[in-house]
């Protein structure tokens, strides 16, 4: 099979990703856990919702939490576009394609537009969101983790495939995906990026659609460990790590807010900018995919996510498992 190619004159100009909209139904538990634990910037509290930004950013929000009585579930991810301009044709692009828009109001953001993407990730688009103050230099607020930016998503994707065309048309571009072994680029995970990095949209093979993460890069490696620190001191449990992924070269480590929506602080990403970067492939056997060192995962990693309202998960097209923390060790003894 021929891999997906970034269409490299895509209809409208997708800069990043940008932001996430989560439920929960503690807002103040979310905010020790974002806030005491891992040090983000509490830019708001206000109508049963909390904005959170990292310490570099300049926009209000990059994770917006709203309370909702039963089971949280994350209601979009945010794509910034350049301008107003590329908004309006992304609403034609995407209504001549028959897939549904509207427009929509939200708070401290300019014209919003969303979308479900191909597989049913529902999208949130937007040019701007009200800029404030970088705590960037403000460095008597760096704590916990002292999470800087966000980075990137992954989406459990029950057909990576679909998926990935989706997002290459859009002008994403691929840097590293993982294949079934033996399979001519039969894929289990793409990785797909427009701001210059390894990625912005991770698809991988599993019953979705569902957020399996939402990711923030830290300044230092210590930072990572500070945070498990100061999260086993206020008794909030590791999920992962931490560790260092083969994909990406990211020194990781996982954790699951109270509501059970996971987050992975890292650094370590690489530039991927010029044209003849050729996609990395690897076998999904290959255990160092996922981590250079340490134990693999555990299966509950793989299999737990956050879901969308009204996007019941399917089962995936593609039959294939990732070596598991209880195989890997059931293979040992
Ligand atoms: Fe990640």
């Not at 996430?20 to 049963?48: C, K, M, N």
């Not at 981590?291 to 996007?311: D, K």
């Amino acid at each position: 099979m021929a891999l997906p190619v970034a269409n490299p004159h895509p209809p409208f100009n997708i800069t990043r990703a940008s932001h996430v909209v989560l439920t929960a139904r503690d807002l103040e538990a979310s905010r020790v856990f974002y806030a005491d634990v891992l040090g983000f910037i509490v830019s708001e509290i206000a109508d049963d919702a909390l904005y959170l930004r990292g310490l570099e950013e300049r926009a209000h929000h990059s994770i917006t939490i709203r309370r909702e009585a039963g089971p949280a579930v994350c209601r979009r991810i945010g794509l910034r576009v350049f301008t107003d301009d590329d908004l309006a044709r992304a609403a034609d692009y995407f209504q001549q394609g028959g897939f549904p828009v509207r427009w929509v109001e939200v708070p401290h953001q300019g014209k919003t537009l969303h979308v479900d993407d191909a597989i049913g990730t529902p999208l949130e688009l937007c040019a701007e969101i009200d800029e404030v103050p970088t705590k960037l230099q403000e460095f008597h607020h760096y704590k916990g983790a002292s999470p800087l930016r966000l980075d990137h998503f992954q989406i459990v994707a029950q057909d990576v495939l679909k998926g990935t065309l989706f997002y290459t048309a859009l002008g994403f571009r691929l840097t590293e995906y993982t294949a079934s072994d033996g399979s001519r680029d039969e894929l289990w995970g793409t990785w797909l990026q427009r701001k210059g990095n390894p990625h912005d949209v991770v698809l991988s093979n599993g019953r979705g659609p569902r957020l399996h993460h939402f990711a923030f890069t830290v300044p230092e490696s210590r930072d990572i460990i500070h945070a498990c620190d100061v999260a086993g001191s206020l008794r909030c449990p590791v999920e992962r790590g931490p560790g260092r992924h083969g994909i990406g070269n990211a020194l990781f480590v996982y954790f699951r807010d109270p509501d059970g929506h996971r987050i992975e602080l890292f650094l370590g990403h690489y530039q991927a900018i010029d044209a003849s970067h050729t996609p990395m492939r690897w076998d999904l056997s290959d255990t160092r995919r996922s981590q250079l060192w340490g134990l693999p995962a555990r299966a509950t990693w793989f299999s737990e996510a956050s879901e969308f309202p009204g996007q019941p998960p399917t089962a995936p097209s593609l039959h294939a498992d990732p070596v598991t923390l209880e195989t890997f060790l059931a293979n040992q003894y």
